[in-house]
């Protein structure tokens, strides 16, 4: 795995959840690569998304300020770019599925994961970010292209017929 530092940001309203997962990411083998900053109210997230460097965002959807769905909404409005990984409560497939429409990159039940799976389900969705960006990136410069294609084609098309003139001009004087 790769041994970078890894900013995470725990957002989690019980302090015991949040001293076991910040233990479960010590026990772990990438241990060394882990900077976890805990914050225990969507509020306090949202404040921490700008000024600091996070790289991945790990999310209780049931907190004191914020409930359900919305919880994740209104953190995606707020950092778009930042891969989620709901870790919640919640043991539902539907909130699941529907979490991860809206943009959550894995939705883990509490109680049901280990250690492992929530260090590989934040280095695949930190991957899995990267991955969006760069298709993003790509269907953005793929949708420029036609415009690029017609100003080319403007551009040749004055090009040439400004030298025909000239040659039309000066036939018609001969």
Excluded at 144 to 149: G, M, Q
Aim: charged letters at 20%; aromatic letters at 4%.
């Amino acid at each position: 795995m790769n041994q970078e530092v890894i900013n995470i940001l725990l957002v989690e309203d019980n302090f015991g959840d949040a001293e076991l997962f910040q233990d479960i990411l010590e026990m772990s083998p990438e241990s060394l690569a882990w900077n976890v900053t805990h914050v225990s109210r969507l509020a306090e997230a949202l404040a921490q998304v700008d000024p600091d460097p996070v790289q991945v965002i790990l999310l209780d959807l049931s907190l004191v300020d914020s409930q359900g769905l919305q919880t994740l909404m209104t953190l995606r409005e707020k950092a778009p770019t930042l891969p989620i990984v709901v870790l919640t409560g919640l043991n539902d497939e539907q909130l699941g599925i529907i979490a991860v429409r809206e943009g959550a990159q894995n939705y883990l039940v509490k109680g049901l994961v280990s250690g492992g799976m929530i260090t590989c389900a934040m280095f695949y969705a930190i991957e899995r970010q990267k991955i969006e960006m760069v298709l993003h990136s790509c269907l953005k410069q793929e949708q420029e292209l036609p415009k690029i294609k017609s100003r080319f084609s403007s551009m040749l098309s004055h090009e040439l017929r400004n030298p025909l003139t000239t040659i039309l001009a000066l036939a018609d004087l001969v």
